[in-house]
């Protein structure tokens, strides 16, 4: 259903796209008169060759050494996030296409055009609205590629700033576009409904004036941050954007006040054609007192779960997060009155198999609690337990297991402070086995495609999405679980290092 919405939505904009391609054409058409020179701007010595346009202080910025390797770690993103989007890379390569006359999630029709795809390219911003960078290899392919174009146009205004021609055009709902090409060198400014129109030509003076770089420190510390391997490596002022939302959304500074250390924000993208991964790293300043608050999940579970077809764990304690975040949950109308019913503290599933034949599988759950109550309310509702119910142990722990005629066996340990129960013998005391481990994230998740078959990964994302397990997966469904099938191993996970919150992402390929 969710597959088939976004694709109605995305066909629909294709004619208005089309209306779009005609003035950000006809603004490229304009803005080709080049200059022969551009003025020679300082820049880190190991950034790309596109961030010397990069403005003295940029809200953000994101860069890589060559256009090629961005775009391959680009597709390789849209196809994992195809499995919960339902959109495909052709769909979104054919609304490019629809965008700006051309593919740009490929190489070879950019390079068809004169775009330097072996090149450095950068998207930077002093406000929201982004600006890309890209170097050209041959000027003359992308003016001709741009006077094809231009009985499509649509009227432009143009100005010139330091003897460089940039064009602008308004698009629909507010969007505007602008560009320019001086040289080897070609910009695209975006400026987004509501953020206001000001200088029109502001953004290019900003780039393309000498200038210090100031960001060099930011792009340092995310470059250390991303580690030699990475492709794609930026960062995000984010005190500033808190400052911004602020000033636009009065109702969010209860949330403000709580976070006064928070800096800059570093991402890193890397890959080949057979593993992806990204990192996510914000500064938070001292993460003393949020690590005492991560509690290690049952000493068995890391050996458990590393059999699981999907397994994940929430380890920070929920109740110490919710006091904290209580005045902003406040502001946003959240409710907490569930959670303190439940007393559940911190939360951990895995799923080690699924019967399709059946509807039946095997797995197992971990809670710390505050309040076993409500877990013992839950066992009290099981029919006939006192009569099918038999005390057991299980690694010291006391618990019982509980035989459903012709159905399936619960075991389980209820304690003060934790709740353990799976489908499955003899899983609760794997759980509890003893076992070393490092420090606990925050949060993880882990999934083993090839653990189970398409139709069980099918049957389980149905009910995730539509919330029914009955029945043959619907086609949606079954798209998700032929690209889950494509990759080996995927995992996230957010952790707490020195000064920092860090989100971490990756895939294998099968």
């Known amino acids: 259903m969710i597959a088939q919405r976004i694709g109605r939505q995305l066909r629909g904009l294709r004619g208005t796209f089309a209306a779009m391609r005609l003035a950000i054409l006809a603004a490229l058409a304009i803005g ?3 200059h022969a020179g551009s003025s020679s701007l300082p820049q880190p010595a190991a950034a790309p060759a596109a961030t010397r346009w990069v403005p003295d202080r940029p809200t953000y910025l994101m860069a890589s050494p060559m256009i090629g390797d961005a775009q391959r770690n680009l597709r390789d993103v849209i196809d994992a996030l195809s499995i919960v989007s339902g959109v495909e890379l052709d769909e979104l390569a054919a609304v490019a296409q629809g965008l700006v006359g051309v593919d740009v999630l490929h190489a070879e029709p950019l390079a068809a055009i004169g775009i330097d795809v072996g090149g450095s390219w950068a998207v930077f911003s002093e406000d929201i609205s982004p600006t890309f960078v890209v170097h050209l290899t041959a000027p003359d392919k992308m003016k001709a590629f741009l006077e094809r174009q231009r009985a499509r146009g649509l009227p432009v205004q143009t100005a010139t700033v330091d003897q460089v021609e940039v064009a602008s055009a308004e698009l629909i709902g507010g969007l505007s576009i602008a560009w320019a090409v001086d040289g080897e060198w070609m910009w695209i400014h975006l400026a987004l409904p509501g953020t206001g129109t000001g200088d029109a ?10 200038h210090t770089a100031g960001w060099s420190d930011s792009w340092a510390w995310a470059s250390r941050a991303a580690g030699a391997a ?19 959304l009065p109702a969010a500074v209860a949330c403000a ?20 991964a990204t990192r996510l790293a914000i500064e938070i300043g001292p993460t003393d007192g949020l690590v005492r608050h991560v509690l290690a999940p049952p000493s068995g579970w890391p050996a458990a779960a590393a059999r699981a077809a999907v397994a ?5 304690d929920l109740t110490a997060a919710v006091d904290y975040l209580r005045p902003c949950l406040g502001a946003t109308g959240g409710q907490l009155a569930m959670l303190d019913e439940s007393g559940v503290r911190t939360a951990r599933g895995m799923l080690l198999g699924f019967d399709p034949d059946h509807a039946s599988g095997t797995g ?6 505050t309040n076993p109550a409500f877990f013992a309310h839950q066992l009290d509702r099981i029919p006939l ?4 119910e038999r005390a057991q142990s299980f690694a010291g722990h006391k618990g019982g297991t509980i035989d459903i005629p012709f159905s399936v066996t619960i075991e389980y340990v209820l304690e003060q402070g934790l709740m353990v129960a799976a489908l499955g013998e003899g899983l609760v005391a794997q759980v509890l086995a003893p076992g070393a481990a490092g420090p606990p994230p925050i949060f993880a998740l882990d999934v083993s495609p090839p653990a189970m078959s398409a139709e069980a990964w099918g049957i389980l994302l149905q009910a995730l999405v539509e919330h029914r397990l009955p029945g043959s997966p619907g086609p949606a469904a079954k798209r998700a679980a032929a690209h889950l099938l494509r990759w080996r191993t995927a995992h996230v ?18």
Do not use: Y
């Not at 990475?230 to 636009?248: E, P, T, Y």
């Open 32 to 34: 080709c008169g080049a």
């Open 201 to 210: 030509t502001r953004w290019f003076t900003a780039s393309h004036h000498p």
């Open 230 to 248: 990475a492709g794609v490596v930026g960062f995000f002022d984010l005190h500033g954007a808190v400052a911004n939302a602020v000033s636009r």
């Open 257 to 276: 006040k709580l976070a006064p250390s928070l800096g800059r924000v570093g991402f890193s993208l890397q890959g080949d054609e057979h593993h992806i």
């Open 312 to 316: 994940a764990q929430w380890n920070l």
């Open 364 to 369: 197992a759950v971990a809670f710390d609690l």
């Open 385 to 388: 337990r006192s009569t099918l």
């Open 493 to 510: 996970a957010v952790t707490a290092e020195a000064g920092e919150l860090v989100l971490t992402a990756s895939g294998d390929r099968m």
